[in-house]
């Protein structure tokens, strides 16, 4: 089962935009919609972005998405100390060994 | 309040069973399609199965496929994870989750919009 591919950690000091990134192919996020979920620490995933750039209710709109061919991209603006956590993209996989895939996960830190 | 809450984990040795179970409430479960995702300790997210809200389709991660075996029962607003034949890297906290998919312009969306707070799973000797 493939995986999508983010760096292992992002950092930034209140305040900053901090950017993370996602690969993949063109049987997952090239085919079909980017999923972002946040894990603080902890604690369960959380839903953070779906459908590429839509945010659940109660999701600050300092969080946002977006996706272009196979890749993906998490921003964070106007960081926080709260938001010290994991992110996990994620996506369907139409291959054939494949169904849901999420990426290796990134660990924010805030300086 | 909507709901997920596991159970059923434990320490299990090697080749051993484990049933997890998964009580929904504050939803209509059964029109919901549902999955497990499991985390081993210190690592990333890895999803384990699907069950659409009938049970019409199942879904497997290639390396579970053939020891677990998902289900559900609408009737009692719970899901399950069978897992047979378990290894030491099965070793993880077990997540159920609701899910959320479909079609927009060719383009499939799948998600899980409610967690649960997850059960762990040991197998060790």
């Keep these: ?111 | 309040e909507v709901q997920l809450v596991e159970s059923g984990g434990g320490l299990v040795k090697p080749g051993g069973s484990l049933r997890l179970s998964c009580a929904a409430s504050g939803f209509t479960f059964s029109t919901y399609s549902m999955t497990w995702v499991r985390q081993a300790p210190g690592k990333g997210l890895e999803w384990v199965s699907s069950i659409t809200s009938t049970s019409a389709y199942i879904y497997y991660a290639a390396s579970m496929k053939g020891r677990f075996t998902i289900s559900r029962d609408n009737a009692k607003n719970s899901l399950f994870l069978q897992m047979n034949s378990l290894r030491a890297e099965d070793t993880a906290v077990y997540y159920c989750a609701r899910v959320l998919g479909g079609t927009v312009l060719g383009s499939y969306y799948y998600y899980m919009d409610v967690w649960g707070k997850g059960t762990a799973v040991t197998v060790s000797s």
């Design chain 1, 1 to 111: 089962q493939s995986v999508l591919t983010q760096p292992p950690s992002a950092s930034g000091t209140p305040g900053q935009r901090v950017t993370i990134s996602c690969s993949g192919s063109s049987s997952d996020i090239g085919s079909n919609a980017v999923i972002w979920y946040q894990q603080l620490p902890g604690t369960a995933p959380k839903l953070l972005i779906y459908s590429n750039n839509q945010r659940p209710s109660g999701v600050p709109d300092r969080f946002s998405g977006s996706k272009s061919g196979t890749s993906a991209s998490l921003a964070i603006s106007g960081l926080q100390a709260e938001d010290e956590a994991d992110y996990y993209c994620a996506a369907w996989d139409d291959s054939l060994n494949g169904f849901y895939v999420f990426g290796t996960g990134t660990k924010v830190t805030v300086l």
